[in-house]
């Protein structure tokens, strides 16, 4: 009777006691002993089954923000973690996709004949636009790697463009605060000039699709202090959002319907739609606020369009399938934010239940420039004029890995589609592909002759585009 008893109890110290845990931090299931021996494998098998998933999903396991990528028993001998408490596992879903790291430049494309400000492709990634100091847009066919339209009609730097998410429409904001439309289909502005804001654009950012199919409104930031909400078929201002006293920096239209607001007052604010009423203000910064970012960007800059290709016939479609798309991403989850500051700190917020930050993001040395989001809203990338990009938690703010490489500011950041790699652009004239599972360098892609002011990883993960002080259009590819 005791040798059974023995056995018994040594098969029970090679148990830990574990709970899964999503990365919002809700159980799956009651806690469990699992043997020593299980690895990540067989917790994908028991979390697609508690999951009840007919399709099976691949995902990812994190104790205490470590992936854990070999036996449990090894990892908790190799970590020192004690056994006496419950262990908690957390999933973390991966991409059902792969994205390959771009590693070389496809082509390089003249055509501007200023530094390029902005690189942005449209939702499906099939095209790409860019604005120049050379006060014009420019349409690039990638098919051919080719100039397909330049647009004409600013008189002043063009600072910023951004598509609708539902491809049809582009617009750009320039240096004297002018706003135009353009069609990408043809590259004609679709009438004269908006104007209205009293000096330069500063962000500009669409409806979401989700909730106004086909896109009409969007919603641009100023130095002049105030955001403007448009109407692109009544082509003028429908709301003006004013309040902050001094230049705003940046804007987002939020998943919910409200829109933010970051601005050198340093606060940030919250407004309603209909009206433009401010529904609460977000203090904590002690300098200029710099950079937004939702832990939904991808889903809202995508709207519809998904690794599938599919095609639409008609705007409500188009609306479903991006509902469908936001909620699978949001979750029961509130939809998060995170602001970067000249004060050298990162805030998490989420706006719809408190207006107190989640968490303060510290260890930049100098004032961080971009923040953004991964796709599936589990990271987050931050890029700082100390040279360096960071990468945290989405959920819960916690620092994770520090990227050095590049020897002068990071400009700017963007993620590749299955939230894997991050891409990163700086003033020494090199992007730089890190891998976020290895938490290091992946691929070094110099080439360009100066400044790199701005860079995008299209949406479909194919090809990523970057352009800077030496007015050339750069394609990379996988």
Partial sequence: MEVEVAEESRELTNNVMCQLADPEGT??????YLPQSVGPKELQQMVNKLLNNEEKLPYAFYISDQELVIQLGDYLQKKKVSVEKVVTIVYQPQAVFRIRPVNRCSSTIAGHTEAVLSVVFSPDGQQLASGSGDTTVRLWDLNTQTPMFTCTGHKNWVLCVAWSPDGKHLVSGSKSGEIQIWDPRTGKASGNLLTGHKKWITGISWEPVHLRSPCRRFVTSSKDGDARIWDATLRKTVIILSGHTLAVTCVKWGGDGVIYTGSQDCTIK?????????????????????SLALSTEYVLRTGAFDHTRKQYSSPEEMKEAALERYNKMKGDAPERLVSGSDDFTMFLWEPSKDKRPKTRMTGHQQLVNHVYFSPDGLWIASASFDKSVKLWNGVTGTFVAAFRGHVGPVYQISWSADSRLLLSGSKDST???????????????PGHADEVFAVDWSPDGEKVASGGRDRVLKLWMG
Avoid: C, F, Y
């Avoid at 919250?270 to 710099?290: A, C, M, S």
């Avoid at 992007?431 to 892609?445: I, N, T, Y």
């Fill in 27 to 32: 159980p799956l299931g009651a806690s469990m």
């Fill in 270 to 290: 919250v407004w309603e739609t209909t009206q433009g009423k401010l529904i609460r203000e977000l203090k904590g910064h002690g300098h200029w606020v710099n």
């Fill in 431 to 445: 992007l730089k592909v890190w891998d976020v599972r290895e938490k290091k360098l992946k691929q070094d892609l």
